[in-house]
Nanobody, 123 residues
Framework: VQLQAFGGGLVQAGGSLKLSCAASGFTLSSYTMAWFRQAPGKEREFVAVISRSGGRTYYANSVKDRFTISRDHAKNTVYLQMASLKPEDTAVYYC?????????????????WGQGTQVTVSS
């Protein structure tokens, strides 16, 4: 099982970025997937989660209406479209695979993680 996150970078406040998480070694459509992030000196926090079919999505209040999580099973990829970025969105972003069915906001419920991609938002 491998998850490779990429697409991060440096962007000005108000800008957009699209993160990708390429999955391999398992059938993506069988798993709930999520994005988490960790800012310097802070604990890792939930960002967004998407159900196996993609029919249900949930977001942290801090990113709701600005971020969109999606998945493309043909490409074995999960995405996080980020818009109206703020300096407080600066963090390393991780994609993760849920170890069981169902929606969870708890990182302990995820068994495989990507390596992380840095997002830096300048003011």
């Amino acid at each position: 099982v491998q998850l490779q996150a990429f697409g991060g970078g440096l962007v000005q406040a108000g800008g957009s970025l699209k993160l990708s998480c390429a999955a391999s070694g398992f059938t993506l459509s069988s798993y709930t997937m999520a994005w988490f992030r960790q800012a310097p000196g802070k604990e890792r926090e939930f960002v967004a989660v998407i159900s196996r079919s993609g029919g249900r999505t949930y977001y942290a209040n801090s990113v709701k209406d600005r971020f969109t999580i999606s998945r493309d099973h043909a490409k074995n990829t999960v995405y996080l479209q980020m818009a109206s970025l703020k300096p407080e969105d600066t963090a390393v972003y991780y994609c993760a695979r849920r170890s069981n069915s169902g929606i969870s906001y708890n990182d302990a419920d995820y068994d495989y993680w990507g390596q992380g991609t840095q997002v830096t938002v300048s003011s």
